[in-house]
């Protein structure tokens, strides 16, 4: 049995990729199979903590989670994260948002008019949740913690980007994730650096998402240990 050191801790882990409706049978998704926050929502529940999972599209088992909440579009995953925020000690943005969605969203399907060509789809930009969370606190001493899934080479723009981003979102911690060339999206393994808001190194991790989870989970219990008994 998992250390019982998340007892009580009321989490809220948003996971998956949103899709931005085109019209009602097209969307703009990306690549996010989900697996590394509901990995990191079965570790909190194994380590004691009350967990919801916020699912965007997610098509991995869901078996022995408690509490799930599902959502598609970048506004509902929106809408459930800040209704869910107010009671949360630890907020996880582990789900890719799409940055841009369709600004219009015709209620029956685009048609295919012979002779002409596409018609182009104008986008507008996305709030940003994870930003937006780690301004207004649910409550105070509430951690939040974002991802960032980084692709670039080995030369360390990886890095740089992550911790840039740190500084800009406000998030207490932010798990920085190297994609493409066969890592992060759709695999089994993750290969992290975890930094503060200040864009330092608090801890690094290597291993199966689960393995991951944990070192997250530890990294948080690290900026924000429960309170003595
Ligand atoms: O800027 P970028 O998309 O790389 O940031 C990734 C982090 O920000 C993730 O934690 C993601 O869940 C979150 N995010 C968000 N809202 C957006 C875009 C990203 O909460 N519109």
Redesign the pocket.
């Given at each position: 049995q998992a250390a019982q050191d998340l007892t009580d801790l009321r989490v809220v882990v948003?996971a998956g990729g949103t899709r931005e409706p085109i019209d009602p049978v097209r969307f703009i998704g990306n690549r996010s199979s989900g697996r590394q926050g509901i990995a990191l929502a079965r570790a909190a529940q194994d380590r004691g903590a009350r967990v919801t999972l916020v699912g965007a599209n997610l098509s991995e088992p869901l078996d022995g989670l408690e509490d799930v909440v599902t959502v598609g579009s970048?506004a509902e995953l929106r809408e459930a994260m800040l209704s869910l925020a107010p009671d949360a000690d630890v907020v996880v943005?582990?789900?890719a948002?799409a940055?841009f969605r369709p600004a219009h969203t015709p209620a029956s399907k685009i048609k295919k008019v012979p002779g002409q060509g596409p018609a182009p789809i104008e986008l507008v930009e996305?709030?940003?949740?994870?930003a937006e969370l780690a301004r207004d606190r649910g409550r105070p001493g509430q951690v939040v913690v974002?991802?960032?899934?980084e692709t670039g080479d080995a030369s360390g723009d990886v890095w740089h980007h992550g911790r840039a981003?740190a500084r800009r979102?406000g998030a207490d911690l932010l798990v920085i994730n190297p994609v493409g060339h066969g890592k992060g999206f759709g695999t089994d393994t993750n290969e992290v650096t975890i930094v503060d808001a200040q864009g330092e190194t608090v801890a690094q991790a290597q291993g199966t998402k689960r393995e991951v989870a944990d070192a997250v989970w530890d990294a948080v219990l690290k900026v924000s240990p429960p309170p003595a008994a």
């Open positions: 948003s970048t943005m582990t789900a948002v940055d996305n709030p940003d949740i994870l974002g991802f960032a899934a981003k979102k």
